[in-house]
């Protein structure tokens, strides 16, 4: 059974830095794309990052990308996201998502098979 256990989210000034991190077990297909989706108050749920397990390939949404960055720990089961210089926009419920497969340019929500619970984010102005 897959699981999926982010962590690290909280409360943050704007301009400030956090780290979520997501445990992954369970997984046991060779090929998989690790995601990361965010979801504000009345807003659709959206992409924001994907790491391809194997060759650690990397594939951004414009408005994270330089300052946000993913990556993952193969001998932890744990991906990460470092989000720096964080805005208010950035405020939402941000979850872990996994699917099969080595199109890492995955951003469509329904190409997932696999979410965690998801950790708030909350950046003050």
């Known amino acids: 059974q897959v699981q999926l256990v982010e962590s690290g989210g909280g409360l943050v000034q704007a301009g400030g830095s956090l780290r979520l991190s997501c445990a992954a077990s369970?997984?046991?297909?060779?090929?998989?794309?690790m995601g990361w989706f965010r979801q504000a108050p009345g807003k659709e749920r959206e992409f924001v990052a994907s790491?391809?397990?194997?060759?650690?390939?990397?594939y951004y949404a414009d408005s994270v990308k330089g300052r946000f960055t993913i990556s993952r720990d193969n001998a932890k089961n744990t991906v990460y996201l470092q989000m720096n210089s964080l805005k208010p926009e950035d405020t939402a419920v941000y979850y872990c998502?996994?699917?099969?497969?080595?199109?890492?340019?995955?951003?469509?929500?329904?190409?997932?098979?696999?979410w965690g619970q998801g950790t708030q984010v909350t950046v003050s102005s």
């Open positions: 998502a996994s699917k099969q497969g080595i199109v890492v340019a995955g951003t469509l929500g329904y190409e997932y098979d696999y």
């Open positions: 369970g997984l046991t297909f060779s090929n998989y794309v």
């Open positions: 790491i391809r397990w194997r060759g650690g390939n990397t």
